[in-house]
């Protein structure tokens, strides 16, 4: 998290400007794929998972981003609007994701996630940024590690054959 009253010994340059402008368009994006995503799981411990995800990261996130661009002074993304509470039977079978289809989804979300936050560490000059985009992936490693326990528990995981000689 960047420090209160510190003050910018330089201004961001464009790289990180366009970085951090697009990430935060991502998120936004991404808290409404989200929403979608919690009225198809059917699953209860994949539900908390995706309401925990959404709160303590994506949203801490999407505000910690706002707030760097705000201080720049640069416009903020658009916010697609939320999508209403559904619940799962009322979606017709044919068009709903399962539950280890969402755990997948999720799983390739914090994988691109955690590859961006790396690319940004490595463009960006700014260290408070450098810093913040560490603290993003060491969250995403956290609830992959979580998730891929949740996966193991529902025998939802599909693992590549073993090679053994």
Same mark, same amino acid.
């Given at each position: 998290?960047?420090?209160?009253?510190q003050?910018?010994?330089e @201004?961001?340059?464009s790289g990180?400007i366009f970085?951090?402008?697009?990430y935060l $368009?991502?998120?936004? &994006? $991404?808290l409404?794929? =989200?929403?979608?995503?919690n009225?198809?799981a059917? #699953?209860q411990d994949l539900?908390?998972?995706m309401?925990d995800?959404?709160?303590?990261? $994506?949203?801490q996130e999407?505000q910690?981003v706002? %707030?760097?661009l705000?201080?720049?002074?640069?416009?903020l @993304?658009? /916010?697609?609007?939320?999508? @209403?509470?559904?619940?799962?039977q009322?979606i017709?079978a !044919?068009?709903r994701f399962? #539950? @280890?289809e969402i /755990?997948? =989804?999720?799983?390739k979300?914090l994988l691109? !996630?955690k590859?961006m936050?790396?690319?940004?560490m490595? *463009?960006?000059v700014? &260290?408070? *940024?450098?810093? =913040?985009?560490?603290?993003?992936?060491?969250?995403?490693?956290d609830?992959?590690?979580?998730l891929n326990k949740? %996966?193991k528990?529902k025998?939802?995981? +599909?693992s590549?054959p +073993?090679?053994?000689k």
């Amino acid at each position: 998290m960047l420090e209160g009253n510190q003050k910018q010994k330089e @201004p961001y340059h464009s790289g990180e400007i366009f970085h951090l402008w697009s990430y935060l $368009y991502n998120t936004k &994006e $991404y808290l409404v794929t =989200l929403q979608v995503l919690n009225n198809h799981a059917g #699953d209860q411990d994949l539900k908390a998972f995706m309401d925990d995800i959404q709160e303590d990261v $994506y949203k801490q996130e999407e505000q910690q981003v706002e %707030t760097i661009l705000k201080e720049a002074g640069i416009r903020l @993304p658009p /916010a697609p609007p939320d999508r @209403p509470n559904v619940e799962v039977q009322d979606i017709p079978a !044919g068009a709903r994701f399962n #539950d @280890p289809e969402i /755990a997948v =989804l999720l799983q390739k979300e914090l994988l691109s !996630g955690k590859v961006m936050c790396s690319y940004i560490m490595g *463009v960006c000059v700014d &260290e408070n *940024v450098k810093n =913040l985009f560490g603290e993003f992936h060491a969250q995403k490693e956290d609830y992959d590690v979580k998730l891929n326990k949740i %996966t193991k528990e529902k025998a939802w995981m +599909v693992s590549p054959p +073993v090679h053994i000689k």
